[in-house]
Protein backbone atom coordinates (compact mmCIF):
# COMPACT_ATOMS: atom_id res chain seq x y z
CA UNK A 1 0.00 0.00 0.00
CA UNK A 2 1.42 3.38 -1.19
CA UNK A 3 0.67 6.59 0.55
CA UNK A 4 0.92 10.09 -1.27
CA UNK A 5 2.12 12.57 1.32
CA UNK A 6 1.75 15.43 -1.29
CA UNK A 7 -2.30 15.39 -0.61
CA UNK A 8 -3.62 18.50 0.99
CA UNK A 9 -6.77 18.39 3.43
CA UNK A 10 -8.70 20.39 0.67
CA UNK A 11 -7.93 17.43 -1.69
CA UNK A 12 -9.11 15.05 0.87
CA UNK A 13 -12.23 17.03 1.97
CA UNK A 14 -15.62 15.87 0.74
CA UNK A 15 -17.86 18.14 -0.87
CA UNK A 16 -20.73 19.67 1.48
CA UNK A 17 -23.51 17.50 1.58
CA UNK A 18 -21.62 15.03 0.17
CA UNK A 19 -21.93 12.64 3.61
CA UNK A 20 -25.71 13.53 3.55
CA UNK A 21 -26.67 11.81 0.75
CA UNK A 22 -28.13 8.37 0.67
CA UNK A 23 -26.36 5.82 -1.75
CA UNK A 24 -28.52 4.11 -4.06
CA UNK A 25 -26.84 1.08 -2.80
CA UNK A 26 -30.50 -1.70 -2.00
CA UNK A 27 -28.71 -3.20 1.23
CA UNK A 28 -28.55 0.82 2.69
CA UNK A 29 -31.55 0.84 5.46
CA UNK A 30 -32.56 4.17 7.47
CA UNK A 31 -32.34 3.43 11.10
CA UNK A 32 -36.17 4.23 11.29
CA UNK A 33 -36.65 1.40 8.20
CA UNK A 34 -34.80 -0.90 10.47
CA UNK A 35 -35.93 -0.60 13.53
CA UNK A 36 -39.57 -0.35 12.31
CA UNK A 37 -38.62 -3.87 10.90
CA UNK A 38 -36.52 -5.62 13.17
CA UNK A 39 -37.58 -4.11 16.05
CA UNK A 40 -39.79 -6.37 17.72
CA UNK A 41 -37.04 -9.06 17.56
CA UNK A 42 -34.24 -6.83 18.50
CA UNK A 43 -36.67 -6.17 21.62
CA UNK A 44 -37.12 -9.47 22.08
CA UNK A 45 -33.25 -10.57 21.94
CA UNK A 46 -32.76 -7.84 24.61
CA UNK A 47 -35.28 -8.75 27.16
CA UNK A 48 -33.64 -13.32 26.74
CA UNK A 49 -30.59 -11.61 26.71
CA UNK A 50 -31.24 -8.74 29.54
CA UNK A 51 -34.00 -9.92 31.55
CA UNK A 52 -35.99 -7.10 33.17
CA UNK A 53 -34.94 -7.05 37.08
CA UNK A 54 -37.73 -4.49 38.11
CA UNK A 55 -41.55 -5.25 36.54
CA UNK A 56 -43.24 -2.25 38.95
CA UNK A 57 -44.28 -4.12 41.94
CA UNK A 58 -42.44 -2.18 44.45
CA UNK A 59 -41.76 -3.73 47.90
CA UNK A 60 -43.94 -2.42 50.66
CA UNK A 61 -40.83 -1.79 52.87
CA UNK A 62 -38.91 0.24 50.22
CA UNK A 63 -42.51 2.32 49.86
CA UNK A 64 -41.91 3.19 53.25
CA UNK A 65 -38.76 3.99 53.05
CA UNK A 66 -39.25 6.54 49.56
CA UNK A 67 -42.41 7.70 50.97
CA UNK A 68 -40.51 9.13 54.29
CA UNK A 69 -37.95 10.78 52.34
CA UNK A 70 -38.11 14.79 53.32
CA UNK A 71 -37.90 15.62 49.45
CA UNK A 72 -40.79 13.86 47.87
CA UNK A 73 -39.97 12.02 44.73
CA UNK A 74 -42.30 12.62 41.67
CA UNK A 75 -44.00 8.97 40.64
CA UNK A 76 -41.57 8.23 38.19
CA UNK A 77 -38.54 8.87 40.26
CA UNK A 78 -39.56 6.70 42.83
CA UNK A 79 -40.10 4.03 40.29
CA UNK A 80 -36.21 4.36 39.42
CA UNK A 81 -35.23 4.07 43.20
CA UNK A 82 -37.05 1.11 43.36
CA UNK A 83 -35.95 -0.36 40.23
CA UNK A 84 -32.14 0.70 41.67
CA UNK A 85 -32.55 -0.78 44.39
CA UNK A 86 -33.87 -4.33 43.34
CA UNK A 87 -30.53 -4.65 41.18
CA UNK A 88 -28.62 -3.39 43.69
CA UNK A 89 -30.06 -4.87 46.83
CA UNK A 90 -31.83 -8.01 45.57
CA UNK A 91 -29.36 -8.95 43.06
CA UNK A 92 -26.76 -8.02 44.09
CA UNK A 93 -24.85 -5.81 41.65
CA UNK A 94 -22.02 -3.25 42.47
CA UNK A 95 -23.53 -0.31 40.36
CA UNK A 96 -26.66 1.26 38.46
CA UNK A 97 -26.81 3.22 35.88
CA UNK A 98 -29.46 5.86 35.88
CA UNK A 99 -29.64 7.99 32.17
CA UNK A 100 -32.32 10.82 31.67
CA UNK A 101 -32.33 14.22 30.62
CA UNK A 102 -31.06 17.43 32.76
CA UNK A 103 -33.35 18.61 34.98
CA UNK A 104 -35.30 15.53 35.48
CA UNK A 105 -33.64 14.75 39.06
CA UNK A 106 -30.78 12.12 38.74
CA UNK A 107 -29.00 13.36 41.56
CA UNK A 108 -32.15 13.57 43.91
CA UNK A 109 -32.54 9.71 42.84
CA UNK A 110 -28.99 8.78 43.68
CA UNK A 111 -29.53 10.10 47.29
CA UNK A 112 -32.52 8.46 47.86
Avoid at 64 to 93: M, N, P
Amino acid sequence: MSVDLNTTANDAAPVQGELLEAESNPLTLSLQVFVGEFGDELLDSLNRANPPVYAGQAQAQRQLVVASLKRKLFQAQAEVVHAAAELLVDQGERAAIVNGEMGCGKVRRIGA
